[in-house]
């Protein structure tokens, strides 16, 4: 295979080749009942939960973390009630590096334990206050303990994109010796940037020999999804996602957006059944009530909705004109609509009209269309009711 990275013979610089990418395979790792479920304001009940799973189990996720199972009773239960589904995906459960929080996953049955510890020495000194020495040791104990019960072990360096790059690649190494299967760089304040993302990504790979190397981006300046891109492009072969982005603060990267641009800008597989993005994403609004944007990516009701008439004629004649065309609603199981408004144009008041059933002849369009943008002007959406009603009215009278 041809390698991604290439130097150019011009002062160094590394370029990066995308087309070697393509067929890449890439594990998606959701998180929406887990770091989703912290959202502020959001609370899932156990069945809740397992409908969700069922969901993203049918979505075709690698991995669904089902939560934390020893944060509480309810949560246990969920994690064991999802574990016990039999699922497609692997269940996985969040721990910290102690006993009791692995015994609780594996008491809820998960096939993978995720255990965390933070390694930032701002988290260090005003969280766990302990050695450098002690949390590798205790890191390292978590890892074997995890390993000895059969589970699948993912190590989570907890605010990695804020420590020492020696220390990270010291912890890793030492989880790796535990026989850790996959290692999580996240990004948990959301500072990272993609070029520097990448390079730290890229540091992390070289230094692993066997493992799986994971991020877990936040989107506090609003590049989760960018960074988790770069990652992959670094070598990182599982990414975690949520759901409409769900996740503390600013959540977490955006399982939607994070599929379709590995899909369509990569190329790259993964095992997402795309067509069922849009249907998991209202299930999930539903069910968390919190509110997809008009005007989000992919799933928003605006994501494939034309109102300039220079837009709507371009797409109904053909829809790549002004929509990616590497990425169609059909794709996502959304749908394309044009919107009737101000920016109008007569193209897109003549195809609804034909689709209503009516054939005005060019000065009843011209007076509908007119009409369309007087209602547009004055603010107002105009509804399929509404061109019905102005169609009835122009044609009766012109
Ligand atoms: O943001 C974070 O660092 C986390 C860890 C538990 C992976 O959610
Ligand atoms: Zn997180």
Redesign the pocket.
């Known amino acids: 295979t041809i390698h991604p990275w290439r130097k150019s013979n011009l002062r160094g610089i590394v370029f990066y080749n995308i087309e070697a990418l393509r067929g890449e395979e890439v594990r998606i790792f959701d998180?929406t009942l887990?770091?989703g479920e912290?959202t502020p304001g959001v609370s899932l009940t156990p069945e809740e939960k397992i409908i969700i799973a069922r969901q993203l189990d049918k979505l075709g996720v690698n991995v669904i973390e089902a939560g934390f199972p020893v944060s509480s009773r309810g949560d246990f239960e969920a994690v064991r009630m999802v574990a016990a589904e039999g699922l497609s995906a692997e269940v996985c459960g969040?721990a910290r590096i102690m006993r009791k929080d692995i015994d609780a996953a594996l008491d809820a049955g998960v096939d993978m334990v995720?255990v965390?510890v933070s390694t930032s020495d701002i988290q260090i000194q005003h969280t766990i206050k302990k050695s450098r020495e002690e949390i590798v040791a205790q890191a390292v104990e978590a890892v074997e303990y995890v390993k000895s019960h059969g589970r699948t072990c993912l190590f989570?360096a907890?605010?990695?994109t804020r420590t020492p790059v020696p220390f990270l690649k010291e912890i890793f190494g030492a989880v790796e010796g535990a026989r850790c299967d996959i290692i999580?760089i996240?990004?948990?304040?959301g500072v990272a940037i993609p070029t520097t993302f990448r390079q730290l990504v890229r540091e992390i790979c070289n230094s692993t020999k066997k493992m799986v190397v994971d991020v877990?981006c936040?989107n506090d300046f609003g590049l989760a999804v960018a960074n988790n891109l770069a990652a992959f492009e670094a070598g990182a072969r599982e990414v975690?996602v949520a759901a409409n982005g769900l996740?503390?603060r600013a959540g977490?990267a955006n399982l939607a957006e994070t599929v379709m641009g590995l899909h369509s800008m990569y190329g790259a597989k993964t095992t997402i059944h795309t067509p069922y993005l849009f249907e998991t994403a209202k299930l999930v609004e539903r069910l968390t009530e919190v509110r997809i944007s008009r005007t989000a990516p992919i799933v928003g009701e605006n994501a494939f909705a034309h109102e300039s008439g220079i837009h709507s004629h371009g797409v109904l004649e053909r829809s790549d004109t002004f929509e990616p065309g590497i990425m169609t609603p059909e794709m996502v199981g959304h749908k394309r609509r044009i919107v009737l408004g101000k920016h109008t144009g007569r193209h897109a008041v003549k195809q609804s009209l034909s689709e209503m059933g009516y054939a005005p002849n060019d000065d009843q369009l011209q007076e509908i269309l007119e009409r369309v943008k007087d209602l547009g002007d004055k603010g107002k959406a105009v509804t399929g009711a509404d061109l019905m009603t102005i169609a009835e009215v122009v044609i009766g009278e012109l």
Request: no cysteine; glycine share 4%.
């Open positions: 998180t887990r770091d912290q969040l995720h965390f989570s907890m605010d990695a999580n996240p990004d948990t304040v877990h936040h975690q996740g503390e977490n």
